[in-house]
């Protein structure tokens, strides 16, 4: 092994035992069976303790996946060393929650120094929510947006037809429709992958034996031709004969490992928290009885990351715009009864609502409500179906990178006359410790209708009152409406050397309206949703310095407001400022509007650029939107 981990807090060198394992003989010796268990211990105790330093540091992160499958692991590192000609010794996992994993492997093989896995998540530490390939040393592979993976993997066997290839999945990563894909390839093919799926009845939003009826992993396998063994998680002897049986299987063939999700730790066991990173208070508990003082000691010392800037023009509270939303659907569905709501609104969630507000609604008014799976493209169909009927609305939620994945359905709900309300939570970079696999930055590739009539409109509210106020105003109209938020709370947009918000008593939103926040002669930056209050920063200490400049809010972002596309285009400059991704945001379409009405500003536009950072806040700075960057730009177009 490479150096001592005495000063990590769990010396993990010295108590880790190297295991030869041979798939052709299921049975564990006494020795190997017992070395098998101290491993297993041991490396689940240090996923509790590193990934609890993301915890400390209020960077979040995911514990029970890895947490959980360490008996695999533990048992694939086994094979690795018995058998080092037959396998490709990488340890593929299909959504990448359980990146702790990958990451304490990289620390086992000796990329990364032990002690550096306490800065879990931490901005520019190379260890970010999900594992990116070419960033952290020792990853092979990138993952993170479910069931994304298989088929990929399924390349991979193609490319290596001598080698055994293993993917550790889950039952809810195996909701999704791609999976089914990959099996049937798999299957087509008779390919040499091999799957090890953590059973545990527990996705974010609870339990799928409950909210997906009749849903069998394992008979779903079967039925696409799969060879399947099921497995107690945490019997060693039977858990290790199934993976011997898999292994040598012909073709394509999968463990499913029963187990309660964070099997041990109190409190957790069983759970939907334990999808999610384990508190400190529990993790602290839990090497206590196991006696890591040192490991409690340090983990105790964590403080929470703090990014002190103190903004002008906006308030000090903050606000969720992903939960206001779901606040405000509620709020309209007030005058209707329970039997009225039910028969005219449909809200599908895709295992995300407490991520993205549904759970309001859910708790609220749940005769409109449907718990479905991770299984978005199906579930925006359903609600766009649900939304074809005259005088209904289908309502749909997810992840706003996760759009991605339903362009295709958003085209066929076009071209239907659905009308679906979309809100697409977690845009931009804002607190994306996810990191770039979460980046929710090409939202304009759901406006792919042609212009002839096309009423699909893409709304990003700037605060919690716009929010309130854009829900109420579009929530019955026709088409399909994307509302947007960002993961981060956001404060109030104050008016001008006020306390007074913007968007207060008496508002209303205006679809397709540009608004002017600050009117200036030297020039506009354009702007949206989380970008407005640090837009409003730069703007003012500018403004407070002699320097004219306004501020436009254009919370439609894909309908040109011609009078004050006219006002700010007529100006000296125009600076385009967004969190989207640059070669297909606002500000690669803002030039295009403007040149088509002979507007000839000097012209500008930031977004996002760069692969992340990790970290939350820090993301933001990391791709240059903050508002010294944007003063910086501004002063640049003078």
Partial sequence: MASATADFGIDVFARYKEISLDPTNPTLTAEQKADLLSNISLLRDTIVYFTASGAARGVSGHTGGPYDTIPEVCILLGLFKGSADKFLPIVYDESGHRVATQYLLSALAGHLPFEHLLHYREANSKLPGHPELGLTPGIAFSSGRLGHLWSFVNGVAMAHPDKTLFMLGSDGAQQEGDDDEAARMAVAQGLNVKLLLDDNDVTIAGHPSEYLKGYSMTNTLKGHGMTVFDAPGEDIEKLYSAVCSAVTAKGPAAVVVKRKMAPGIK??????????????????????????????????????????????????????????????????????????????????????????????????????????????????????????????????????????????????????????????????????????????????????????????????????????????????????????????????????????????????????KDEFIRTGSAGYVVTFGEMVYRAIDAVDRLRSQGVDVGLVNKSTLNVVDEDALRIYGSSPFVLVLESLNQKTGLGSKMGTWLLERQLTPKYKYIGTTKEGCGGLGEQIFHQGLDPQSVIKAIRSLQ
């Avoid at 409406?481 to 008016?495: E, F, G, H, N, Y």
Wanted: some cysteine.
């Fill in 267 to 512: 409190g957790l066991e069983g759970t939907s928290h334990a999808h999610d990173v384990i508190p400190v208070k529990v993790a602290v508990e839990y090497l206590k009885e196991r006696g890591y003082d040192q490991a409690v000691s340090k983990l105790e010392a964590i403080t929470l990351n703090s990014l002190a800037y103190l903004y002008t023009g906006s308030g000090k509270e903050k606000f969720a715009n992903r939960v206001v939303f779901g606040e405000a659907v509620v709020s309209v569905l007030e005058p209707l009864s329970a039997a009225e709501a039910k028969e005219r609104v449909l809200v599908v969630d895709s295992d995300l609502e407490g991520s993205t507000g549904l759970s309001v609604i859910h708790k609220k008014r749940p005769e409109v409500f449907l718990s479905s799976g991770i299984m978005e493209r199906g579930n925006f169909s359903a609600a766009a179906g649900f939304g074809a009927s005259k005088g209904k609305v289908g309502i749909f939620s997810t992840f706003s990178a996760f759009c991605e994945m339903i362009i295709s359905e958003l085209t066929m709900a076009r071209l239907n006359m659905a009308n679906v309300l979309c809100h697409f939570s977690h845009s931009g970079v804002d607190e994306m410790a996810d990191n770039t696999c979460h980046f929710g930055i090409n939202t304009f590739f759901a406006d792919n209708g042609l212009i002839d009539g096309d009423t699909t409109r893409l709304y990003f509210p700037a605060d919690a009152n716009q929010m309130r106020a854009a829900v109420a105003k579009v929530f019955w109209d026709e088409g399909i409406r994307l509302i947007i938020s960002t993961r981060a709370k956001v404060p109030l947009i104050l008016k001008e050397n006020s306390e007074e918000p913007y968007y207060g008593e008496g508002y209303e939103f205006v679809p397709s």
